[in-house]
């Protein structure tokens, strides 16, 4: 192994991940004909679509809005079989691209950077990785997603456990079969609300232990008509510009009234209509449903009629109700979710009221009783936002750790969430304080990559071989972000966002609320301005 003063290798860039950002970053680096490494921890490509291969994964965008937009004849040769297509027509899409693309000689797989080191004489960074190689690089590019890093709750006994237990995130490659099989679920989040429908068609029994209920609207997936597929295609063009300028990166707009504004029969209406057609329909239908209290309470109620509407036993119903404000969490889209309740198969148990105890070799035990199973299913989610990036040693100026710096989440501060202060041509993509989680992300993950790919020309171009935010703006941006988050639901709400779902997580809310439309038009003031707020140096 070399040392990390002698490099084996020298490329422009690193990139880690080989997902939506990672594989867009290497395609426009080498375009613009920089040396790039992308290292992968994973055999394939994919991200968070090659591990959450549980049962019923799919994406919660739509399809047509949920790939790249970049290259219009991409966008044109591939076809979505449906609305919400399931992970593995997702991950398929991500191998064609790779191919399409010839990304793969570019990417190491099997390969799980350590330790990224900048070092101030050589102005490069110096890179590890758990193979033992070492590479040195000018750009240090973070690709490693927001939601990937698995988070198993530390429940005692686990280890006893003598049935298999999984993680969603974490998903085998080869099919799990629950045939016949008792198996219980922990978490009612996203990947829970998805993979319990699924998984209780085919086990013998299947026990829910739910913690926080959540609120979760029909997809209502179907398959694209050809009309359809041909609308979005001839108009490829408006469409891009539509997810760019839009908040959320679709081809949703927030409604332009309040939900107060309308009358009891008029708000009826809108949210039966946005009900039946599905997805994020009502989250987008009024403009002030994540800022005002009541506004919210007034949706929220709708849906929480409709769960009692839909689940048979009124105990369970009641269980399955939230009580807390819609859509400051990820608002969750289902494929019969609440139905399931209905079977015969499936039986709910509400852990705040009798929390789970321990596991043991033959199940769980809650506070006032056992459940023997076969196998365990981890729906916890993750360590959000920082978590993968804190599994990375990465070190700046005077060898200060990002971690160190942002005190394990609670001091986070970046400038326009692509870069930090103290960590010189390093750039994240979807990084906290960006607005990438509040929406599609592949439309931010565009942004991102053009973006920084525009920076990194202008540099070379110029002959600067230093860009650094600046203290003051990043203080600038972290207060703005935090004022506008501040303004809304979404800090009054625990969820992954927050960080309140990890035990000893410091708290707080690092994410850009105000939009992918006006985040983008502040990045491109940014470089309108000769890169105002940044510091750029020769050496
Ligand atoms: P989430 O949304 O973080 O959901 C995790 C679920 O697991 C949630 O219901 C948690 O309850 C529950 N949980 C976590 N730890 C425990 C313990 N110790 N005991 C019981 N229940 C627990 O993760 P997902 O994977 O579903 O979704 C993440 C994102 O992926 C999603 O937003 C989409 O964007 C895609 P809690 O609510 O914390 O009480």
């Given at each position: 192994?070399?040392?990390?003063?002698?490099?084996?290798?020298?490329?422009?860039?690193?990139?880690?991940?080989?997902?939506?950002?990672?594989?867009?970053?290497?395609?426009?680096?080498?375009?613009?004909?920089?040396?790039?490494?992308?290292?992968?921890?994973?055999?394939?490509?994919?991200?968070?679509?090659?591990?959450?291969?549980?049962?019923?994964?799919?994406?919660?965008?739509?399809?047509?809005?949920?790939?790249?937009?970049?290259?219009?004849?991409?966008?044109?040769?591939?076809?979505?079989?449906?609305?919400?297509?399931?992970?593995?027509?997702?991950?398929?899409?991500?191998?064609?691209?790779?191919?399409?693309?010839?990304?793969?000689?570019?990417?190491?797989?099997?390969?799980?950077?350590?330790?990224?080191?900048?070092?101030?004489?050589?102005?490069?960074?110096?890179?590890?990785?758990?193979?033992?190689?070492?590479?040195?690089?000018?750009?240090?590019?973070t690709?490693v997603g927001c939601i990937?890093?698995?988070?198993?709750?530390?429940?005692?006994?686990?280890?006893?456990?003598?049935?298999?237990?999984?993680?969603?995130?974490?998903?085998?490659?080869?099919?799990?079969?629950?045939?016949?099989?008792?198996?219980?679920?922990?978490?009612?989040?996203?990947?829970?609300?998805?993979?319990?429908?699924?998984?209780?068609?085919?086990?013998?029994?299947?026990?829910?232990?739910?913690?926080?209920?959540?609120?979760?609207?029909?997809?209502?997936?179907?398959?694209?008509?050809?009309?359809?597929?041909?609308?979005?295609?001839?108009?490829?063009?408006?469409?891009?510009?539509?997810?760019?300028?839009?908040?959320?990166?679709?081809?949703?707009?927030?409604?332009?009234?309040?939900?107060?504004?309308?009358?009891?029969?008029?708000?009826?209406?809108?949210?039966?209509?946005?009900?039946?057609?599905?997805?994020?329909?009502?989250?987008?239908?009024?403009?002030?449903?994540?800022?005002?209290?009541?506004?919210?309470?007034?949706?929220?109620?709708?849906?929480?009629?409709?769960?009692?509407?839909?689940?048979?036993?009124?105990?369970?119903?009641?269980?399955?109700?939230?009580?807390?404000?819609?859509?400051?969490?990820?608002?969750?889209?289902?494929?019969?979710?609440?139905?399931?309740?209905?079977?015969?198969?499936?039986?709910?148990?509400?852990?705040?009221?009798?929390?789970?105890?321990?596991?043991?070799?033959?199940?769980?035990?809650?506070?006032?009783?056992?459940?023997?199973?076969?196998?365990?299913?981890?729906?916890?989610?993750?360590d959000g936002m920082t978590g993968s990036l804190f599994?990375?040693?990465i070190?700046?100026?005077?060898?200060?750790?990002l971690k160190?710096k942002w005190e394990n989440g609670a001091k986070t501060k970046t400038y326009l969430g692509l870069t930090t202060?103290?960590f010189?041509?390093m750039f994240m993509l979807t990084g906290p304080e960006s607005p990438s989680v509040l929406?599609?992300?592949?439309?931010t993950?565009?942004?991102h990559?053009?973006?920084?790919?525009?920076?990194?020309?202008?540099?070379?171009?110029?002959?600067?071989?230093?860009?650094?935010a600046?203290?003051?703006?990043e203080?600038?941006w972290s207060?703005?972000c935090k004022?506008?988050a501040?303004?809304?639901?979404?800090?009054?709400?625990?969820?992954w966002y927050t960080g309140?779902?990890?035990?000893?997580k410091a708290r707080g809310f690092p994410i850009y609320v105000?939009?992918?439309?006006?985040y983008?038009?502040?990045?491109?003031?940014?470089?309108?301005?000769?890169?105002?707020?940044?510091?750029?140096?020769?050496?």
């Open positions: 192994m070399s040392s990390s003063r002698e490099p084996q290798k020298q490329v422009d860039a690193v990139v880690i991940g080989a997902g939506f950002s990672g594989m867009y970053m290497l395609h426009r680096l080498r375009e613009a004909g920089l040396s790039t490494r992308v290292y992968e921890a994973a055999d394939g490509v994919g991200g968070v679509w090659y591990w959450n291969r549980y049962p019923g994964a799919r994406c919660d965008s739509e399809s047509v809005y949920y790939n790249y937009s970049f290259s219009e004849e991409l966008f044109k040769e591939w076809e979505w079989s449906s609305r919400y297509p399931e992970q593995p027509e997702i991950l398929r899409y991500l191998n064609y691209v790779a191919d399409k693309f010839e990304l793969r000689p570019d990417i190491q797989f099997n390969t799980r950077v350590s330790s990224a080191i900048y070092e101030e004489e050589s102005n490069r960074w110096q890179i590890q990785t758990d193979t033992g190689e070492s590479v040195s690089a000018k750009y240090f590019i690709g990937s890093t698995a988070n198993v709750p530390n429940i005692k006994g686990l280890d006893s456990f003598e049935g298999d237990w999984y993680h969603t995130g974490h998903w085998p490659h080869e099919k799990v079969d629950f045939t016949g099989k008792r198996v219980g679920v922990i978490g009612t989040g996203s990947s829970g609300i998805q993979s319990i429908p699924a998984i209780a068609k085919e086990a013998a029994h299947l026990t829910v232990f739910q913690r926080t209920p959540q609120y979760s609207v029909p997809a209502r997936n179907h398959a694209y008509t050809q009309e359809f597929v041909d609308e979005v295609k001839e108009n490829y063009s408006k469409i891009r510009r539509q997810m760019q300028e839009s908040a959320a990166g679709l081809r949703f707009i927030h409604g332009e009234r309040s939900v107060l504004e309308d009358t009891p029969e008029e708000r009826r209406r809108v949210l039966q209509e946005g009900w039946d057609k599905g997805g994020w329909e009502i989250l987008f239908a009024y403009n002030d449903l994540l800022m005002n209290e009541e506004a919210n309470e007034l949706v929220a109620e709708f849906i929480r009629e409709k769960i009692r509407e839909t689940v048979d036993d009124p105990e369970t119903a009641e269980k399955l109700t939230p009580s807390s404000y819609y859509g400051t969490k990820r608002a969750i889209v289902d494929t019969e979710y609440f139905e399931t309740y209905n079977r015969k198969n499936v039986r709910l148990v509400d852990v705040k009221e009798a929390p789970i105890q321990e596991i043991t070799s033959k199940g769980i035990r809650t506070a006032d009783d056992e459940y023997e199973l076969d196998a365990l299913v981890f729906a916890t989610g993750f599994k990375i040693d070190r700046g100026r005077d060898d200060v750790s160190g202060a103290g010189p041509n929406g599609n992300m592949p439309a993950i565009e942004q990559v053009e973006w920084v790919t525009d920076c990194i020309e202008h540099l070379r171009e110029n002959k600067v071989d230093v860009i650094e600046e203290d003051r703006a203080e600038d207060k703005h004022e506008l501040d303004a809304t639901l979404y800090t009054k709400t625990d969820s309140a779902n990890i035990s000893g105000g939009g992918y439309g006006p983008r038009q502040i990045c491109d003031e940014v470089t309108a301005k000769g890169y105002e707020g940044f510091s750029l140096k020769k050496v």
